[in-house]
Nanobody, 118 residues
Framework: QVRLVESGGGLVQPGGSLRLSCAISGSRFGINAMGWYRQVLGQQRELVATITSGGRTNYADSVKGRFTISRDGAENTVDLQMNSLKPEDTAVYYC????????????WGQGTQVTVSS
């Protein structure tokens, strides 16, 4: 089993920065990617950024150049540094761990609210 706990959300003014952190516990076996997704009430959850076990990163076009995903060497945390925040970045942000063995399974954290408003 894998447990993901997010932290770091909050209220920030447009143009400001926030850093989200996802703490991971449990077995890492088969987990080949981790990432951040976000969801606005009434809309589908969307990809923000992912990082593979090999360190390859992928970003949504809307956040390229502003957000950076990273992980610590022991892979105990995955962070999302968010700069130049815009009101349209307002959402609940979820941490994800993607496991592929003979099954495919996605683990999710409980989510953390990010609000960008003046």
């Amino acid at each position: 089993q894998v447990r993901l706990v997010e932290s770091g959300g909050g209220l920030v003014q447009p143009g400001g920065s926030l850093r989200l952190s996802c703490a991971i516990s449990g077995s890492r076996f088969g987990i080949n990617a981790m990432g951040w997704y976000r969801q606005v009430l009434g809309q589908q959850r969307e990809l923000v950024a992912t990082i593979t076990s090999g360190g390859r990163t992928n970003y949504a076009d809307s956040v390229k150049g502003r957000f950076t995903i990273s992980r610590d060497g022991a892979e105990n945390t995955v962070d999302l540094q968010m700069n130049s925040l815009k009101p349209e970045d307002t959402a609940v942000y979820y941490c994800n761990a993607h496991r592929e063995t003979i099954w495919v399974y996605d683990y999710w954290g409980q989510g953390t609210q990010v609000t960008v408003s003046s």
